[in-house]
C-alpha cells in the first residue's frame, strides 16, 4: 500500500512519489488528541530544548515545545511520518505544531506560522472548542453535589456544535490557502465515540477520581443515558466537520483538495474498543478488551473493592447529603472532608455559571480576532470556556499527563486514525489523477462465526448432509456471462435448523468451480466449533478465497436457540388416560428440530404400538426461552396403555434421538 507524502507533477496516471514537505497542525479536545498525550513516549522533558520548539509569529513570544505541548512518539502524526520515511524532506519537510489543549484560535495561529509548499496537511478541531475538559471533568471525574455545571455545559456544548465548529473550521481551512500547494490535500479527521452503552456495568465502577472519599450520596453516576448523551455529542461534532469540509470542497477560492476522515464507526461498531464494554470490569490495560481504543482510568482499583470502601451502602439514592453528614457513619474528620470539598466544588459550580454567558459557548470566537486581540490587548478579549480563570490548582506547573491523557486515544486508536487518514489521501490523490484508488488484497480469510460471539447455531450432521447438494445447484443454475452473482439457498425454512449457503463472486469474476465450493463448506462445517461440543453444533461462518474473487458462506438463521447450546437433547413427556384414547404432551430440544417430528417421532410411534396416532399437533416454538428451553411441542392421540412400553422407557423419544427421562401421567 503506498503512502505518499507528496506526489510529482506526471501525467502518466500513476499514484508517484517525489519529496517535498509534510504538514500537521492539530487540536484535540481534553488536552490534545493529535498531540498523542499518552500515546506512546514523551518526545520532549522539562528541562530540555527540542528541535521542534517555535515561537508562534507576528510578535507572539511563546515557546511551545515538545514537553509544554505533551507531544508523544504514538500520536497519529509520528505514526503517518513514519509511514512515508524517506519520501519527507529532511530539513522541514514534516512539521509538528500540534500542541495539548490548544482551540482553534491557537490552531489558526498554527496554520499562520507554516511554512509554505506544503503537499498534505492532517489536524484534528472541535472538541476544545465545545469546552470538553470542563465537561469531563464535571462529568465523570469530579460528579459530585448538584452538579449543574456538567447539566448546563453539556446542553449549551449541544445546541451550538454546529455554530461554533463549522465556521471555525472553515476559517483554518481557509488560512491553509497560503500555505498548502495548488495539488496538495488536506484531511481533517473526526473523532470516535468513547462509550459502549449496551450495559449499565460502568455504574458500579470507580469513575470518580475521589471515589475513596465518603461522598457516596452525591454521586452522580456514568450512566447509560449520560454516556449516549456524551456520545451524540461525538456525533454531532463529527457532522459539524464534515459540513465543513463539503462547504470548503466546494469553495472555489480553495485552491487544494480537502476530504474527512471517518473512524468513529470502526471503533464503535467493529471493534470492541470503547469504555465501558461488557467484555471489561474496568481494568486499564485489560486482557479482555485488548482493541481498547482510548485511555481510562484504572475504574476498578481491586478485587471487591466496592465493598471494601463501603460504595454501594454509601451510594444509595434515598440518603441525601444531609441525611450522609448527620449519620454516624462518618466520622468528624470525614464530614469535615466533605464540607471543604463541597464548598470547593460549589465554587466550581458559581465560577462557571458566572463565565457561561461570556463563554464560547454563546459566543463563537473568530479565530482570527483571537490572533488580533493577542497583538493588540485593547481589541475585545474571544470568549473562553466557563471556568476559564479560576483558581490553578496546580499553581502554573500544569495537569500531569498521566491525568491529561483521559479520555485521549491509545496507541491503538492512534493507528486507527492514521490508517483512516491515509486512505483518505490517497482516495484524493486518485481522484486528482483520475484513476482507480489503490486497496488492499484481501488474502484468504477463514471466519468461524462463533468466534464473534454468535449465538446462532444449527446441526452440523444436518449440515454435512446438503452442502454437496448446494453446489450442484449453483453449478446447474448460477448466472450465466453474468460477473460478481451471488447464488444462496435456504434449507430447513421456519425450523431451528434453518440455514443458508451462500457463493458471492467478486473482482470482474464469472466462472464458478464446484469443488472448490464444496472443499470450502466442508471446511466451514467442520474445521470450526470442534472443541467440547459433542452434539456437533456448527455456528456457521466465512470463507474468502483468492483475494476475494470467493466468498463462501453457511449462514444459521435462528437466534433464539437454547444457549449455551446443549451438550446432550433433553424433554419432557405426559400421557394420560382417557377411557377411550390416551393423550400426550411431549417437547423437546436438541433433537426433532427439522422435520416437525414427520421423520423421526412418527416412525417410531407407529413401530412401537402401531398405528392409531390421532391429533397430531407440532409446533416449534418462537422463543424457547419462554418455554423452559424447550425448542417444540407436539401433542397427539394414542391408543390406552402405551405409556409403559413406548415413553416411560424412552424408547420413542431415544429411537428419535432425544431424551425425557421418562413420562408422567396414569396411562398405562
Request: charged residues 25%.
Amino acid at each position: 500500500m503506498m503512502t505518499p507524502a507528496t506526489w510529482n507533477g506526471s501525467s502518466d496516471g500513476q499514484l508517484s512519489v517525489t519529496a517535498t514537505r509534510l504538514e500537521s497542525v492539530l487540536d484535540g479536545w481534553n488536552r490534545c488528541w493529535t498531540a498523542g498525550i499518552g500515546a506512546g513516549r514523551p518526545l520532549g522533558h522539562r528541562i530540555t530544548a527540542d528541535e521542534v520548539a517555535i515561537r508562534v509569529p507576528d510578535g507572539l513570544e511563546e515557546i511551545r515545545d515538545n514537553f509544554k505541548c505533551s507531544r508523544y512518539d504514538m500520536a497519529y502524526p509520528k505514526v503517518i511520518e513514519a509511514q512515508f520515511g524517506a519520501h519527507v524532506e529532511k530539513d522541514g519537510g514534516f512539521q509538528y505544531l500540534a500542541c495539548s489543549g490548544d482551540r482553534s484560535e491557537q490552531i489558526y495561529q498554527q496554520a499562520k506560522a507554516l511554512k509554505g509548499n506544503l503537499d498534505f496537511v492532517t489536524f484534528t478541531s472541535g472538541g476544545n472548542d465545545l469546552c470538553l475538559a470542563g465537561i469531563i471533568k464535571d462529568c465523570i471525574m469530579v460528579p459530585y453535589f448538584k452538579n449543574s455545571a456538567c447539566e448546563t455545559v453539556l446542553a449549551k456544548a449541544q445546541e451550538n456544535v454546529k455554530s461554533i465548529i463549522t465556521d471555525n473550521i472553515k476559517q483554518i481551512l481557509g488560512a491553509l490557502n497560503d500555505k498548502v500547494n495548488k495539488d496538495g490535500i488536506v484531511v481533517v479527521n473526526g473523532y470516535a465515540q468513547f462509550f459502549d452503552t449496551s450495559s449499565n456495568n460502568c455504574e458500579e465502577q470507580s469513575w470518580d477520581i475521589l471515589w475513596f472519599l465518603p461522598l457516596g450520596a452525591s454521586y452522580q453516576a456514568l450512566t447509560i443515558s449520560r454516556r449516549k448523551t456524551f456520545n451524540q455529542l461525538v456525533l454531532d461534532i463529527n457532522k459539524a466537520i464534515r459540513d465543513a469540509v463539503d462547504e470548503a470542497a466546494k469553495d472555489d477560492d480553495i485552491k487544494y483538495m480537502v476530504g474527512y476522515s471517518e473512524w468513529d464507526h470502526w471503533v464503535a461498531e467493529e471493534l470492541d474498543a470503547q469504555m465501558c464494554s461488557p467484555s471489561s470490569n474496568g481494568d486499564y490495560p485489560d486482557k479482555n478488551q485488548a482493541d481498547m481504543h482510548f485511555i481510562k482510568p484504572d475504574t476498578h482499583p481491586w478485587w471487591n473493592w466496592g465493598n471494601d470502601v463501603g460504595r454501594d451502602e454509601l451510594r444509595k439514592r434515598d440518603m441525601d447529603l444531609e441525611e450522609l453528614m448527620s449519620s454516624t457513619r462518618l466520622s468528624d474528620s470525614q464530614k469535615r472532608q466533605v464540607n471543604r470539598l463541597k464548598a470547593v466544588m460549589e465554587a466550581c459550580d458559581r465560577n462557571i455559571e458566572a463565565t457561561l454567558y461570556d463563554s464560547i459557548l454563546y459566543k463563537s470566537p473568530s479565530p482570527n480576532a483571537a490572533v488580533k486581540h493577542k497583538l493588540n490587548p485593547r481589541d475585545p478579549a474571544p470568549p473562553g470556556c466557563p471556568g476559564d480563570g479560576g483558581a490553578d490548582m496546580t499553581f502554573g506547573l500544569g495537569m500531569p499527563d498521566h491525568i491529561g491523557e483521559n479520555f485521549h486515544p491509545n496507541e491503538a486508536g492512534h493507528l486507527s486514525i492514521a490508517s483512516f487518514a491515509l486512505a483518505e489521501l490517497m482516495d484524493l490523490r486518485s481522484i486528482k489523477l483520475g484513476v482507480d484508488s489503490p486497496s488492499c488484497a484481501i488474502k484468504d480469510e477463514f471466519t468461524c462465526f462463533s468466534s464473534t460471539d454468535s449465538k446462532y447455531y444449527v446441526s452440523g450432521n444436518r449440515t454435512n448432509e446438503n452442502y454437496k447438494e448446494f453446489c450442484q445447484e449453483v453449478a446447474d443454475k448460477h448466472p450465466s456471462n453474468t460477473i460478481n452473482w451471488s447464488y444462496s439457498t435456504p434449507y430447513d425454512k421456519g425450523t431451528p435448523e434453518e440455514h443458508d449457503y451462500v457463493v458471492t463472486l467478486g473482482n470482474g469474476v464469472s466462472a464458478f468451480d464446484k469443488d472448490q465450493c464444496e472443499e470450502s463448506m466442508k471446511k466451514i462445517i467442520n474445521s470450526c466449533d470442534t472443541s467440547d461440543n459433542p452434539m456437533n453444533w456448527k455456528g456457521g461462518g466465512r470463507y474468502i478465497r483468492s483475494e476475494g474473487d470467493y466468498k463462501y458462506e453457511l449462514n444459521p438463521r435462528r437466534s433464539n436457540r437454547p444457549w449455551p447450546p446443549p451438550k446432550n437433547p433433553y424433554g419432557r413427556c405426559e400421557g394420560w388416560y382417557k377411557v377411550f384414547f390416551s393423550q400426550y404432551e411431549v417437547e423437546g430440544a436438541g433433537f426433532s428440530t427439522l422435520d416437525y417430528g414427520q421423520k423421526s417421532m412418527m416412525p417410531n410411534m407407529d413401530s412401537c404400538y402401531g398405528l392409531g396416532t390421532t391429533a397430531w399437533k407440532f409446533d416449534y416454538h418462537d422463543n424457547p426461552g419462554d418455554h423452559n428451553g424447550y425448542e417444540w411441542k407436539a401433542s397427539f392421540n394414542t391408543p390406552i396403555w402405551v405409556r409403559a412400553r413406548c415413553w416411560k422407557n424412552n424408547k420413542v423419544v431415544q429411537a428419535a434421538g432425544g431424551w425425557t427421562d421418562g413420562c408422567a401421567g396414569n396411562d398405562a
